[in-house]
């Protein structure tokens, strides 16, 4: 059995060593536009060989889409439309849009939504590491409209990975990850531009960095390519908790500014109840 | 020569634990109000005795205070009106207040300011642990004050703790700090808020959190009783920080809101420039 992986980077990249290393599959085939990307996957031994898509999906079981979600939307439905009895797995961040997109697709069978949380700040197949996902959860979203076959298929390829499952629908897929993984992106973002514009007027502001703010910053690091279109197709959840963070802050702000230090002290003994949450 | 360490918390028994690994002085007495804090310093070995403040001075030429900063305010005072040839070295984490308070004394020189920039999100003598300052900065704020014998010895300790040292003036410090640290802590206490609050209504919601979370989120378990009194201290450069960060976060709203993509993926990648700050 072959397995395509289209986009080799960070996920497509981890997937295709991890692979590699239990014998899941004879060939690892990478699907990838990139030629600099093409060269690295080949060198760095994440893929067999690199074919052009049409060709990886005559020669593969399974097709694992590890491409930003904006090129998920465009190229799953091309790619259904050619399969008959391989299985097309997307590892997107997002799954109401691509969910609807292919909702009536007369091979939606075929498809198995899942989306590894997991990942680093790091991209492009150089970020590639074998045990990316060990111990992490792989979620299924609407996992009851594939077809059994290939949903074993699929969850054969998380065992491979030596992943936890969760299955959920798409919209609680999307507000979930919103709140637990595209805030802090956002949040990140915010406070990297935040003290890069002080530094401008204070050279020496970084010199104090220490472990905690590296932290709470390091995600500013991520991929615009990548984090864009995941906030395009999770837009009005986005929206909702980036509103409901600002409020937070503006909350905390409002304490300090009026000296309400015991409403402060109590804003962040509540928040301290994330203990029960994180160890 | 003794070392009296007041405070035995997070940073107090730090030190205690390392200085006993380095034999730089004959006692390490922990001076420290929690009875039950005093029983597990002395268990834990962070300390040599405990004794009360009075007594402690009597007995130490090094006296490091590690309280929170509004006891820092407090007691220094009191004890530099106490002191002969010791030197007192605080460890707070605002440096303007305590400065200005204790500017005029005539034990002044016996006074040095100092912040390791070392922490975790725990506190209590359970979280001491002896490596905490290895390779950390340790500021030094407004220096040239303190007499060059007094000052000597405070470097001697931090050579110990093997600290690396940086030189500020109070401004500059407290603002460095609002930036690169007190902020840190605000948007984790605020992302703590947000997601609690969601988990009222979405009881799944923490399923899905991953390593990007946990990373921006831990510092949301620090301690109220050291952190309300750091943001009063610092309260104008917090709100300065605060605000200007809100309205990063309002731009990557308004960016999202309004659709203009281009717009948001310039905000990420210029935010990508962190990278050349933090490895």
Redesign the interface.
Known sequence: MNIAIVGVGLIGGSIGIRLKETNFCDKIIGVEKNESNQRKALELGLVDEILPLEEALKRCKIIVLTVPVDAILKLLPNILDQVTDQVVIDMGSTKTNILALIAEHPHRGRYVAAHP?????YSGPEAAIPHLFKD??M?YVEAFKSDEDAFELADALTDQLAMKT?F?NAD??D???A???H????????????????EKS?G??????????????????????M??PI??QN?SN??E??????N??????DK??S?D?DG????????????R??K
Chains 1, 2 share one sequence.
């Open positions: 949380m997991a990942g680093t700040e992490k959860v979620v969760s959920m609680e897929h507000m979930h990850t709140y637990v993984s805030i802090s992106h956002l949040t990140s973002f915010a406070l990297a531009l935040t003290v890069l514009e002080k204070q020496r502001i970084f010199e104090l960095a220490g472990s905690g703010f590296q932290s709470t910053v390091r995600l500013a690091k991520s991929s615009p390519d984090w864009t906030f395009k837009r986005v929206l908790v980036l509103e409901e963070h600002i937070q802050l503006k909350d905390l702000y300090l500014e000296e230090y402060l002290h109590k804003l962040i003994k509540r928040s301290n109840k994330i203990k949450i994180i």
